[in-house]
């Protein structure tokens, strides 16, 4: 497990519990976030129109937004309790995000890209992170693809690299923000299925962001609702999951 964290054993606590506040500004626009959520399964979908907050509410999460109040705990981990001065840096916050575009490194390789967040400062990767590369490079049928770079790769395959980055570091909470909005229907359709059955088999805590009814049904157990910065629905189970 990357990272440290302050431990609240006394609490049954939940798998996800987060308020994160925050105000944008920038000249003639403000944005307020006060999101609040306590989700009791695996894998929550964060829904909501365009602008509402959505990746706002991932940066507070991961710790890219400096300056965020509120707490965010994951199971008994708290990585984020400004009333008691927690503020873990995003480095030790232990979550794996994969964006939109996936932002893969493009000078890197494959094998590199899923070594970039196992890095830690001055210490070059040892012989247990080179196996756990191995491992994913396996486990997500890159093999052939180890020593690529990200554009000689088709969108199914980048999803596959930014999720096993996401993933390399055994991070204790999964961020994904709009995972399949890149790829065209069919291979999205495909792709949903295989990244539910990923899901179920890592068992991490997620938050997932998309604006797909059907991302929810596949991927998610529950669904909240985002409007203007505020979490306007308690998690209602999703149809399906995997
Ligand atoms: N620096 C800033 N100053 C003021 N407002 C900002 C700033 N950065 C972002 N915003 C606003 O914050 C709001 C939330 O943006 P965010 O990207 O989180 O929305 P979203 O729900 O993820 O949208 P989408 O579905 O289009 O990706 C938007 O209205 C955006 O204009």
């Known amino acids: 497990m990357a990272g440290h964290s302050t431990s ?19 000249p003639g626009r403000t944005f307020s976030l006060d999101a609040a959520l306590r989700s009791p399964v695996m894998r929550t979908a964060l829904m909501g129109a365009s602008g509402s907050g959505k990746s706002t509410v991932l940066m507070a999460v ?34 794996g995000v994969v964006f939109q575009d996936y932002a893969l490194f493009p000078h890197l390789t494959v094998a590199q890209n899923l070594g970039f967040g196992m890095r830690r400062l001055g210490h070059s990767l040892n012989e247990a992170d ?27 395959q980048r999803q596959r ?8 570091p055994s991070p204790r909470l999964l961020l994904l923000d709009e995972p399949l909005s890149a790829l065209d229907a069919p291979l999205r359709a495909r792709l949903r299925h295989e990244l539910a059955e990923m899901l179920e088999r890592v068992q991490i805590p997620t938050l ?13 157990q529950a669904v909240v609702h985002l409007d203007q910065g505020r979490v306007v629905s308690a998690p209602a189970c999703a149809t399906g999951g995997a």
């Open 208 to 220: 997932l962001v998309t604006h797909d009814p059907q991302d929810v049904e596949v991927l998610a």
């Open 161 to 168: 690299v930014a999720l096993a980055r996401a993933l390399a």
């Open 8 to 26: 609240r054993p006394e609490e049954a606590a939940a798998v996800l519990d987060l308020h994160v506040q925050r105000v944008l500004r920038s």
């Open 62 to 95: 991961a710790g890219l937004l400096p300056g965020t109040h509120g707490h965010v705990r994951v199971g008994a981990d708290t990585l984020l309790d400004t009333a008691s001065g927690i503020d873990l840096p995003a480095r030790a916050r232990g979550v």
């Open 130 to 156: 080179q196996a756990r590369i191995d491992a994913l490079i396996a486990q997500f049928d890159l093999g052939t693809l180890r020593a690529a770079r990200p554009q000689d790769l088709s969108g199914g």
